[in-house]
């Protein structure tokens, strides 16, 4: 268990329609990143948001929104929804000490399947 | 545009031989490097990593080299369990950056 929580694990919605996923970091990190995986392909950086704010955006599409709160939780918000977002959506957390390598923990992701 | 890839969609070893996957990249300011191991239905966890100023990093059974001139690193599981029968994700970034990039993944099968 990565500490790394992602809600729903599964979500079916129909084209044309907004979800929200939701992703708790393990408990003292501040950095939340987003990622979609497709079928038969790599982990795609969507977004990262470090202590309430943006910090770096990736190949996120302009339907897709993303935000985290105070209590440092965050949300990616997918809208007028196509065949092609169906994917895992990993989120993954990190404790960020400055300049340095630093690993990410990951949630066991959220599986959207949009027909 | 792929910045860090992996060529090889599948792998299959013997139990008890050597697992070697490889990673390539095309940044040359990428200058720390991991790999994740994943299992159906989870995310993928924390396997090993390397900094740019190291060519060899070892944990237990794996064992990590980065060819900076090559820009290539690769993975190595000696001896190889059927435990390790996952896809290895490899990944990279910049020390002062913010973005983790990662390759398309390699299905390891350890056959006993």
């Known amino acids: 268990d990565s500490g790394v929580t992602q809600t729903p694990k599964h979500l079916i919605t129909a084209t044309g329609q907004r979800v929200t996923l939701r992703c708790s970091p393990r408990?003292?990190?501040?950095?939340v990143y987003w990622y979609q995986q497709s079928l038969d392909q790599g982990l795609q950086f969507l977004i990262q948001y470090y202590n309430g704010e943006e910090r770096a955006k990736g190949n996120i599409l302009e339907r897709f929104s993303a935000q985290q709160f105070p209590d440092l939780h965050s949300e990616l918000n997918l809208s007028s929804l196509e065949l092609g977002d169906s994917a895992l959506y990993f989120c993954a957390s990190s404790v960020e000490v400055g300049q340095g390598g630093f690993e990410q923990y990951f949630g066991p992701g959220t599986r959207l399947t949009v027909t | 545009d792929q910045q860090v890839k992996q060529n090889s969609p599948s792998l299959s070893v013997q139990e008890g031989r050597i697992s070697i996957l490889n990673c390539d990249y095309t940044?040359?300011?990428?200058?720390?490097f991991l790999w994740y191991k994943k299992y159906p239905a989870e995310g993928p966890t924390f396997l090993i990593s390397?900094?740019?100023?190291?060519d060899k990093n070892e944990d237990g059974r794996f064992t990590v080299f980065l060819n900076k001139s090559a820009k290539h690193l690769s993975l190595h599981i000696v001896p190889s369990q059927p435990g390790d029968s996952a896809v290895y994700f490899c990944a990279a970034r910049r020390f002062t950056g913010n973005q983790f990039y990662f390759g398309t993944g390699t299905s390891l099968t350890v056959i006993p």
């Open positions: 390397i900094s740019s100023i190291k």
């Open positions: 940044n040359s300011m990428f200058d720390y």
């Open positions: 408990s003292g990190d501040l950095s």
